[in-house]
């Protein structure tokens, strides 16, 4: 069968620890040794299968268990039997069945999409509008403590052509932060330089430390203080030139319509992990540009596999202006879980033309790196 009518009759779960080569410190925590991720698997009555991943964070979206337990137990009553092409009802039915989640829910749109791709023999941003860009620059996150080997891994990046760069801060003391900001303004100026507290700061210490980071005017300031204080976010606008960007702040629609309101940014990140699919980011994007809100397109500690669901809703979703962060693929994993590289050319993420999301999980790999499976 070749149509989306066909159902779905296989749903298979993995939970992975892919190893990474470094520590990365953000503002409200550590990843090393590994990043955990859960994969799911959709196969339809014609033998087609798509694939989704799941990338939480225990401090900023949820865990890998909860994840792992809400597709396994909750979503998969949901999925099994439905057809293919009825996205729509299957996601509006996971958004009432399980609160929170979002990553799950993010890894099952991108699974129904993947394989709807597949059967029909088109590419994920198809489904989502069409695509409005070819190729989306790359940023990379900046955040090792070992500062030394951020040096090697800037050296790196300017040779392979990346021009973007978000120093993430507030993880170490004010001096470590500025004396990172000068060495990268002395010895790497051609890169655009992003920053990024992720809630590192207190509430006391934040306007201070923010206007100081202001005077090397990056591109932006991201999150600097916890998610719940709104009020010292727009604050923090109003004393700077600089851009204040949000992004533990705004989940989803809901939370966008409200910063809006409340004129807590200038823009907002906009994670599939965080607003529960690609859709729902769509809509984020959509709502910031409204009131006249910039976006850019971020990411958790992800394998290539949630990259590229990212990078076909960026491809779709002319809102977002400021480019994206899918470098840990190519970057940060000892090794990727796709059969083929994620493909990033000249400091330029490659938007797919390929059926579905336009690579695949190497079984094997998932084998290899799988903490518990469920089919």
């Not at 596999?305 to 994993?333: D, N, R």
């Not at 059969?339 to 000249?346: A, D, M």
Request: with cysteine; proline share 5%; net charge negative.
């Amino acid at each position: 069968m070749s149509d989306l009518s066909q159902t779905i009759t296989g749903f298979d779960v993995w939970h992975l620890a892919v190893p990474v080569v470094s520590a990365r410190d953000h503002g409200i925590g550590r990843v090393e040794g590994s990043c955990e991720i859960v994969v799911l698997r959709l196969t339809s009555e014609s033998g087609d299968q798509g694939f989704g991943e799941a990338s939480p964070w225990s401090v900023f979206t949820g865990t890998p268990e909860a994840t792992y337990a809400a597709l396994d137990r909750y979503l998969r009553p949901l999925v099994v039997g439905q057809k293919v092409g009825d996205r729509a009802a299957i996601m509006a039915k996971a958004q009432r069945a399980v609160a929170h989640c979002t990553e799950a829910k993010a890894a099952l749109e991108s699974a129904l999409l993947d394989l709807a791709g597949h059967i029909a023999g088109l590419p994920v941003w198809a489904f989502l509008g069409g695509k409005c860009r070819d190729t989306i620059p790359l940023s990379c996150s900046i955040a090792n403590p070992d500062f030394d080997a951020d040096i090697a891994l800037m050296e790196r990046l300017r040779a392979d052509g990346v021009g973007l760069i978000k120093l993430k801060t507030g993880f170490k003391d004010h001096a470590f932060d500025v004396m990172r900001l000068e060495r990268i303004a002395q010895d790497f100026p051609e890169f655009g330089v992003r920053v990024d507290y992720n809630q590192g700061l207190e509430i006391e210490e934040a306007i201070p430390r923010v206007l100081d980071v202001a005077q090397f005017q990056p591109d932006f300031i991201e999150q600097p203080v916890r998610f719940h204080h709104f009020d010292m976010m727009a604050q923090l606008r109003g004393m700077t030139d600089v851009p204040l960007l949000a992004d533990e702040s705004v989940f989803g629609p809901e939370d966008m319509v409200r910063a809006a309101r409340e004129g807590i940014c200038d823009g907002v990140s906009i994670k599939i992990m965080k607003s529960g699919g690609l859709a729902r980011g769509q809509s984020v994007a959509r709502i910031a540009a409204a009131n006249g809100l910039m976006a850019y397109g971020g990411d958790m500690f992800e394998a290539g596999l949630a990259h590229l669901a990212g990078t076909h809703m960026i491809a779709a979703t002319p809102e977002i202006t400021l480019g994206c962060e899918f470098y840990q693929a190519s970057y940060f994993l000892t090794e990727d879980i796709l059969e083929t590289p994620f493909q990033v050319e000249n400091g330029q993420v490659v938007v797919p033309d390929s059926p579905g999301l336009g690579a695949r999980p190497d079984l094997d790999k998932m084998k290899r790196f799988s903490v518990r499976t469920s089919s």
